[in-house]
């Protein structure tokens, strides 16, 4: 009973990360969008050339497309989850398999998308500079308040600790070798719809995850749990990571459908950006973190530290 009422206040805490992050970008983006500073990289020799807004600063327009993608990403992950928690509840049939896949994703909701908001936030005011420092705009409220998210509801640690130690152990790893059966179905199908490349990038990242829970496993299974367990953070950060990059791609096919019935628009055309941006630039991090992990280095374990 605990655990029900539990998966719905972090699905309600991971709601509210996605709506920080949502905030941060509006808020980035409407600034940046009005803020004149400096002049294009064309003419930035020129003292006439005109000020131009900061959108046109390409290390500017890298962080607004990080907290874009982040955004429609994370808010993706969220509305499935609740689907699927919703269709679970009214359908005998499926119940089982949908509750275990909202069982298996919403420590990551709730985990990886409050620490999204911070870190989107902290973004946001970056875009911002100094203004984005003081009371007179709302970014470091948004900074302050998207803290939170990270610690009640169980602290985002906890939820790594849930993941690995009862979601990944659930029916014997039926939760987990599932969901993988999934979601490189849905690369298969990202293929079939034109993104051949992007969606073997995401396949080879979603056997790094596999191979990452079976070294876990084997270091529980042969005792050494402390091994185990001070990866379990890096490993439902990996797990985040992918899971929204499936989020994109799917995202990306819908998108390519549309386009192909009705043509393009600027909204629908952001869906394959998004995406390549996501594979090129946010992706390659949990292919590191799978190898950090799997080196298996427990040096902060040793007892002569923090005595």
Do not use: W
Not at 44 to 72: G, N, Q, S, W
Not at 132 to 155: F, H, N, W
Not at 169 to 182: E, I, S, V
Not at 268 to 274: E, S, T, V
Request: with cysteine; glycine share 10%.
């Amino acid at each position: 009973i605990m655990f029900l009422m539990m998966n719905e206040a972090r699905i309600g805490v991971g709601a509210q990360g996605v709506a920080l992050t949502a905030a941060a970008y509006h808020y980035a983006l409407a600034y940046a969008k009005e803020r004149l500073q400096g002049s294009s990289i064309e003419n930035f020799k020129d003292p006439t050339a005109p000020r131009v807004p900061i959108t046109a600063h390409p290390d500017v327009r890298r962080m607004l497309m990080t907290m874009k993608v982040y955004t429609e990403t994370s808010r993706s992950m969220m509305y499935r989850i609740g689907h699927r928690h919703d269709i679970a509840e009214n359908d005998p049939e499926q119940h089982d398999r949908l509750i275990g896949r909202v069982e298996l994703l919403v420590p990551i909701l709730k985990a990886y998308c409050s620490d999204l908001a911070f870190e989107m936030s902290s973004m946001g005011l970056q875009v911002l500079g100094g203004y984005g420092y003081i009371g007179e705009y709302p970014m470091e409220q948004l900074v302050r308040d998207s803290k939170i998210c990270a610690i009640y509801e169980g602290t985002n640690g906890i939820q790594a600790l849930d993941l690995l130690g009862r979601k990944l152990r659930q029916k014997g790893g039926a939760l987990l070798m599932d969901y993988l059966q999934d979601a490189q179905k849905v690369c298969a199908a990202g293929a079939e719809a034109g993104f051949s490349d992007e969606a073997a990038a995401i396949g080879k990242a979603l056997n790094h995850l596999g191979a990452t829970a079976m070294h876990l496993g084997g270091q529980s299974a042969g005792g050494n749990l402390d091994g185990a367990l001070v990866n379990a953070y890096p490993f439902l950060q990996m797990f985040g990571n992918i899971h929204l990059a499936i989020e994109a791609l799917q995202q990306a096919c819908v998108a390519a459908r549309v386009i192909a019935e009705r043509g393009e628009t600027p909204h629908l055309k952001g869906k394959a950006l998004n995406l390549k941006f996501y594979v090129s630039n946010l992706l390659p991090n949990a292919i590191a973190q799978a190898k950090a992990i799997q080196a298996g280095d427990t040096s902060c374990l040793d007892e002569s530290l923090f005595a």
